[in-house]
């Protein structure tokens, strides 16, 4: 994905939105934002939605009013690119030495204990 395609951090907050709603108005974006960024604005919120549908990152239907948008992208598509792209820039291409950062202090016991039976499965198969 060219960087000047990539979601920015508010922007990749949108799409949470919008992949937990589906296809939503701005109204209805900018509402179910406020509980994770309280001081966003309407207006911020349709802007940011209008420069996204620009960049690709969401479609609008323009059929209706008000527009629905939704994103272009699903949700574990996106994050695969968004990732290798981390991994070959921060990690130098090394899927590994990201683990190993990711392991040290950001997952909890719970957490470990799933990324076992998940390696643990996959030796299975």
Not at 41 to 51: D, G, I, K, S
Not at 97 to 112: C, D, F, P, T
Request: no cysteine; hydrophobic share 45%.
């Amino acid at each position: 994905m060219p960087a000047d395609k990539k979601p920015t951090a508010a922007e990749l907050d949108l799409l949470q939105v919008l992949w937990r709603l589906g296809a939503a108005d701005a109204k209805t974006a900018h509402e179910a934002l406020l509980a994770d960024r309280p001081d966003a604005t309407y207006a911020t919120v349709l802007r940011q939605l209008q420069v996204m549908h620009a960049k690709g990152l969401v479609t609008r239907d323009e059929t209706q009013r008000p527009h629905l948008y939704a994103p272009v992208h699903a949700q574990d598509k996106l994050q695969q690119s968004l990732v290798k792209d981390f991994i070959a820039k921060a990690f130098a291409g090394s899927g590994k030495a990201l683990v190993l950062a990711a392991l040290q202090g950001h997952v909890s016991a719970q957490e470990r204990a799933e990324i076992r039976r998940l390696l643990a499965k996959g030796d299975e198969a």
